[in-house]
């Protein structure tokens, strides 16, 4: 079963507005989040991660947000450039548990397309 | 820093052939790799966790004797997919955890397996 999802296969933004992409799960022992940027034929690039002790994390345009209660995290992108064009992929790990130890769960990906 | 290469990057086999794939960690020593699958428009599924020197930990439902990994050096892992099929082509990537970061990835460019 898929322990992260990412209802929103896609999301259109326009240069200059902000992109906000949603991310939930359902496992209560994920303690860390990561969100990584991916181009077509390459592999996965780290962005932004969080740790559930805080409830926000920013870095420069990125901005990411959790919410344990909820079990759902989102990354803000402010302003969206078409560089950003692209699929963004929630991942997260449940750190204190043995078998689990370093291995990341990933969603399905949201496509992010930012026009002009 | 924290490169990872793949080789090769596409490769196109006939049914019943192996496919040796290559991971390499270009400037840090990797104790851990992951080997992940991605079909089109989804996830990405971890398929084994792969420690420098001991055997490989296959997730739920992978056939380790299809799939067969070695880390034989901090720096190389490769994946052998053996009798391919052509259910098995795919886009695998794999990933790369150093010696200090605890949980941070780094990924290499992924490989398109195409099997006929």
């Known amino acids: 079963d898929q322990q992260v999802k990412q209802n929103s296969p896609s999301l259109s933004v326009q240069e200059g507005r902000i992109s906000i992409l949603n991310c939930d799960y359902t496992n209560s022992m994920f303690d860390y989040f990561l969100w990584y940027k991916k181009y077509p034929a390459e592999g996965p690039t780290f962005l932004i991660s969080i740790s559930s002790i805080k409830d926000k994390n920013e870095d420069g345009r990125f901005t990411v947000f959790l919410n344990k209660s909820a079990k759902h995290l989102s990354l803000h992108i402010v302003p969206s450039q078409p560089g950003d064009s692209a699929v963004y992929f929630c991942?997260?790990?449940?750190?204190?548990?043995?078998?689990?130890?370093?291995?990341?769960?990933f969603g399905a990906g949201t496509q992010v397309v930012v026009t002009p | 820093g924290a490169v990872v290469s793949q080789h090769p990057s596409w490769v196109i086999c006939k049914s019943g052939t192996s496919v040796k794939i290559e991971c390499r960690s270009l400037d840090f020593q990797a104790t851990t790799m992951f080997w992940y699958r991605q079909f089109p428009k989804q996830s990405l599924m971890l398929m084994a966790t792969?420690?420098?020197?001991?055997?490989?930990?296959?997730e739920q439902g992978v056939e380790k004797d299809k799939f067969l990994i070695n880390h034989a050096s901090l720096t190389l892992s490769t994946l052998t997919v053996t009798s391919a099929h052509p259910e098995d082509s795919s886009f695998y990537i794999c990933?790369?955890?150093?010696?200090?970061?605890?949980?941070?990835?780094?990924f290499g460019p992924g490989t398109r397996l195409t099997v006929l």
């Open positions: 990933s790369a955890r150093g010696l200090t970061s605890e949980w941070e990835q780094f």
């Open positions: 792969s420690n420098e020197g001991s055997k490989a930990t296959y």
């Open positions: 991942a997260a790990s449940a750190t204190m548990t043995t078998d689990s130890w370093g291995k990341l769960q």
